[in-house]
């Protein structure tokens, strides 16, 4: 397509000539895209265009390269489901069974977070060698080093999926691998485009493979005429990259920092002084690094410039995320100390007052607990009785943690209920995180996981982690922090890329146990 114009641009070019009259209607088309993001970026391109020309834009479908392997006459097991798997395999396997795996002596089923920790990285391999259409199975037939190491897993890997056949589940990369193999669309689709996606998944570019027979498969690179033959079928460069001289000359346009703080501070001051108040359109951020795209959000946040992350932001990082691992921790430990914690949060404050703002609530709960030496919640029971002035909050308090006890997940939802009249929309965003809860719940109350995980010590550090996991979306308004797939779809004339340095661009990848780079090599597996 040229590099001289924003991708997003070209590639609405490429659709516009398929208009019919003023509208253009993409029913027999599928588009593929890298992110959700470019999806929405070029859909709202498209609609930008017909709209000036009195025109629409009809039926379009934009999805992601995963959209041609999703699990087809099959029942996909969900990942809460698959984790439930392998926690369920390995409490069933003595220790000393896995040899080949962990040495003679360790009993894993003795320490839950150490066996749930085991079961998710497990898992996590399975996922890495699914994403490229392998398993621990196939694996297992190849020549490696570890040939006794393998079949242990591949045994592994058997029972699981043996486990999730018999409720009626088939484990989710042998679904997709399947979907994969057997790739077909609707006989109404004619047409594929492939747009700025630099590294399908090997999923992915078997399915084009196997659909390229009956539909009409284009793919669409955003480079020169010239670099043509250095891109494969698919559009994946190849090593003449590895060895290209960048074709930009920075110069002084590489700012230095002493550390992330600086560098965020560094940034805003360039955005300010070049015009961000009046032009938020002209910059693009790219931020490779999670933890300084935090620094950066705070900074700019800050000093009131608007931004987003087309990622979301994490459940758990919210006031109301924030408050439910705090009653996790008071139904679990009812002790005083996370109390204490929990009557510092805002929210939970103004719940427990009904609303109103109690002046010196702390403080009065905080000198009943020096007079009186509070351990736990029994305590703090005891000693409110008789007339104390703080029994109505306590009773409130006791009441809340006796019902997540009984039902947490109803529980919960009950308690954002309250916390919803309480808050008299002064949270905007706290529907939104009821929302993205439930998403949860529903996952967590599946019958086929309650049957797979019985144990609430496993639950309750399962959801934990479920939680710490979730997004929501706040915003789409100011300035995107965006990683490398969407700064790609940017029409920003000012890039700013963050945390240029050794081992995070590129990306250093840690030495991990079950997948050397020696094997991922072998596999053809990202390294």
Same mark, same amino acid.
Request: proline share 6%; with cysteine; aromatic share 8%.
């Given at each position: 397509?040229?590099?001289?114009?924003?991708?997003?641009?070209?590639?609405?070019?490429?659709?516009?000539?398929?208009?019919?009259?003023?509208?253009?209607?993409?029913?027999?088309?599928?588009?593929?895209?890298?992110?959700? @993001?470019?999806?929405?970026?070029?859909?709202?391109? %498209?609609? #930008? +265009? *017909?709209? !000036?020309?009195?025109?629409? =834009?009809?039926?379009?479908?934009?999805?992601?390269?995963?959209?041609?392997?999703?699990?087809?006459?099959?029942?996909?097991?969900?990942?809460?489901?698959?984790?439930?798997?392998?926690?369920?395999?390995?409490?069933?396997?003595?220790?000393?069974?896995?040899?080949?795996?962990?040495?003679?002596?360790?009993?894993? @089923?003795?320490?839950?977070?150490?066996?749930?920790? %085991?079961? #998710? +990285? *497990?898992? !996590?391999?399975?996922?890495? =060698?699914?994403?490229?259409?392998?398993?621990?199975?196939?694996?297992?037939?190849?020549?490696?080093?570890?040939?006794?190491?393998?079949?242990?897993?591949?045994?592994?890997?058997?029972?699981?999926?043996?486990?999730?056949?018999?409720?009626?589940?088939?484990?989710?990369?042998?679904?997709?691998?399947?979907?994969?193999?057997?790739?077909?669309?609707?006989?109404?689709?004619?047409?594929?485009?492939?747009?700025?996606?630099?590294?399908?998944?090997?999923?992915?570019?078997?399915?084009?493979?196997?659909?390229?027979?009956?539909?009409?498969?284009?793919?669409?690179?955003?480079?020169?005429?010239?670099?043509?033959?250095?891109?494969?079928?698919?559009?994946?460069?190849?090593?003449?990259?590895?060895?290209?001289?960048?074709?930009?000359?920075?110069?002084?346009?590489?700012?230095?920092?002493?550390?992330?703080?600086?560098?965020?501070?560094?940034?805003?001051?360039?955005?300010?002084?070049?015009?961000?108040?009046?032009?938020?359109?002209?910059?693009?951020?790219?931020?490779?690094?999670?933890?300084?795209?935090?620094?950066?959000?705070?900074?700019?946040?800050?000093?009131?410039?608007?931004?987003?992350?087309?990622?979301?932001?994490?459940?758990?990082?919210?006031?109301?995320?924030?408050?439910?691992?705090?009653?996790?921790?008071?139904?679990?430990?009812?002790?005083?100390?996370?109390?204490?914690?929990?009557?510092?949060?805002?929210?939970?404050?103004?719940?427990?007052?009904?609303?109103?703002?109690?002046?010196?609530?702390?403080?009065?709960?905080?000198?009943?607990?020096?007079?009186?030496?509070?351990?736990?919640?029994?305590?703090?029971?005891?000693?409110?009785?008789?007339?104390?002035?703080?029994?109505?909050?306590?009773?409130?308090?006791?009441?809340?943690?006796?019902?997540?006890?009984?039902?947490?997940?109803?529980?919960?939802?009950?308690?954002?209920?309250?916390?919803?009249?309480?808050?008299?929309?002064?949270?905007?965003?706290?529907?939104?995180?009821?929302?993205?809860?439930?998403?949860?719940?529903?996952?967590?109350?599946?019958?086929?996981?309650?049957?797979?995980?019985?144990?609430?010590?496993?639950?309750?550090?399962?959801?934990?982690?479920?939680?710490?996991?979730?997004?929501?979306?706040?915003?789409?308004?100011?300035?995107?922090?965006?990683?490398?797939?969407?700064?790609?779809?940017?029409?920003?004339?000012?890039?700013?890329?963050?945390?240029?340095?050794?081992?995070?661009?590129?990306?250093?990848?840690?030495?991990?146990?079950?997948?050397?780079?020696?094997?991922?090599?072998?596999?053809?597996?990202?390294?």
């Amino acid at each position: 397509l040229g590099w001289e114009r924003p991708l997003v641009e070209l590639c609405s070019d490429v659709l516009m000539e398929y208009r019919t009259g003023r509208n253009l209607d993409l029913e027999d088309t599928i588009v593929l895209v890298p992110t959700a @993001q470019s999806g929405r970026l070029l859909r709202e391109t %498209l609609v #930008r +265009r *017909l709209g !000036e020309e009195g025109g629409s =834009l009809l039926s379009a479908r934009f999805f992601l390269p995963s959209h041609l392997f999703r699990p087809k006459g099959v029942v996909a097991a969900t990942s809460i489901q698959t984790l439930g798997a392998w926690l369920a395999v390995l409490q069933s396997r003595e220790a000393g069974s896995l040899s080949s795996l962990f040495p003679a002596g360790v009993g894993w @089923q003795d320490n839950p977070a150490g066996l749930l920790g %085991l079961a #998710r +990285r *497990l898992m !996590e391999v399975a996922d890495q =060698l699914g994403e490229n259409g392998h398993s621990m199975n196939s694996v297992a037939q190849e020549k490696t080093e570890e040939p006794e190491r393998w079949k242990d897993l591949a045994r592994l890997e058997s029972a699981v999926w043996e486990l999730l056949g018999s409720k009626g589940l088939t484990e989710r990369n042998r679904a997709q691998t399947m979907a994969a193999c057997q790739a077909c669309l609707p006989q109404s689709i004619k047409k594929v485009f492939v747009f700025g996606v630099p590294d399908p998944a090997p999923l992915a570019t078997q399915a084009l493979a196997g659909l390229a027979d009956s539909v009409d498969i284009v793919i669409h690179v955003h480079a020169p005429e010239e670099l043509r033959p250095y891109f494969d079928e698919f559009g994946r460069p190849g090593d003449y990259f590895a060895d290209m001289k960048n074709p930009i000359e920075f110069g002084p346009r590489v700012l230095k920092s002493s550390e992330p703080g600086a560098q965020a501070a560094s940034l805003v001051d360039y955005l300010l002084k070049n015009g961000v108040r009046t032009e938020p359109d002209r910059f693009a951020l790219c931020l490779p690094n999670p933890t300084s795209a935090r620094l950066v959000a705070r900074e700019l946040n800050e000093n009131k410039i608007d931004n987003y992350d087309p990622a979301g932001l994490p459940v758990g990082k919210h006031p109301v995320g924030r408050v439910i691992f705090m009653l996790l921790e008071l139904v679990s430990s009812r002790s005083f100390v996370a109390l204490s914690q929990l009557l510092r949060h805002p929210a939970f404050g103004l719940w427990l007052s009904g609303g109103e703002v109690i002046d010196g609530l702390l403080a009065r709960f905080t000198k009943l607990q020096n007079d009186r030496l509070l351990e736990s919640l029994e305590d703090l029971d005891y000693f409110s009785r008789n007339g104390s002035e703080l029994r109505p909050q306590v009773e409130r308090i006791l009441g809340l943690v006796e019902q997540l006890d009984a039902d947490f997940q109803g529980g919960i939802l009950a308690w954002l209920d309250e916390l919803t009249l309480v808050l008299e929309n002064r949270d905007g965003m706290l529907e939104a995180v009821a929302e993205q809860l439930m998403t949860i719940f529903d996952r967590l109350s599946d019958p086929a996981y309650l049957e797979l995980v019985p144990e609430a010590q496993f639950r309750t550090q399962i959801f934990k982690k479920e939680l710490a996991t979730l997004v929501y979306y706040p915003s789409s308004q100011g300035i995107e922090l965006s990683g490398w797939l969407e700064t790609h779809w940017s029409r920003a004339d000012h890039l700013l890329i963050l945390d240029m340095n050794a081992g995070i661009v590129p990306k250093l990848t840690k030495s991990d146990p079950f997948l050397p780079d020696s094997l991922r090599r072998q596999l053809g597996l990202a390294s």
